[in-house]
């Protein structure tokens, strides 16, 4: 199985693609909705990683996939600019998932 990339930057595009990571950048609705189909299409492709702003600007196509599809994984990463996501997003998951305070 391979990883695909989804980027809305040619940054992470280039870093990714360095690390031996095919992949698209893409920056509007349609775009998105396209490339995700595509990568879908692939059978080789076990993880397609999107930028985080994917997430953020269009939550209904990402969660869309994620919720009725078993296969590929969509995992979305960090892009240039950092996470969105607060400095302990790891501990407050843990601690929400299991009810243990670390």
């Known amino acids: 199985m391979k990883m695909y990339l989804i980027s809305d930057n040619v940054d992470t595009y280039t870093g990714m693609r360095l690390a031996g990571v095919e992949g698209c950048v893409v920056h ?3 775009e998105l ?3 995700l189909e595509c990568a879908i ?3 080789e492709n076990g993880i397609i ?4 702003k994917f997430g953020r600007e269009f939550p209904d196509i990402v969660d869309d996939v994620k919720l009725n599809r078993r296969l590929p994984l969509i995992v979305e990463i960090p892009d240039r600019h ?3 996501r607060k400095a302990d997003f790891i501990t407050s998951y843990v601690n929400e998932a299991i009810g243990v305070k670390l």
Do not use: I, N, P, S
């Open 33 to 35: 909705r396209e490339a």
């Open 41 to 43: 299409a692939d059978k």
């Open 28 to 30: 509007e609705r349609g």
């Open 82 to 84: 950092g996470t969105g």
């Open 49 to 52: 990683l999107l930028t985080e």
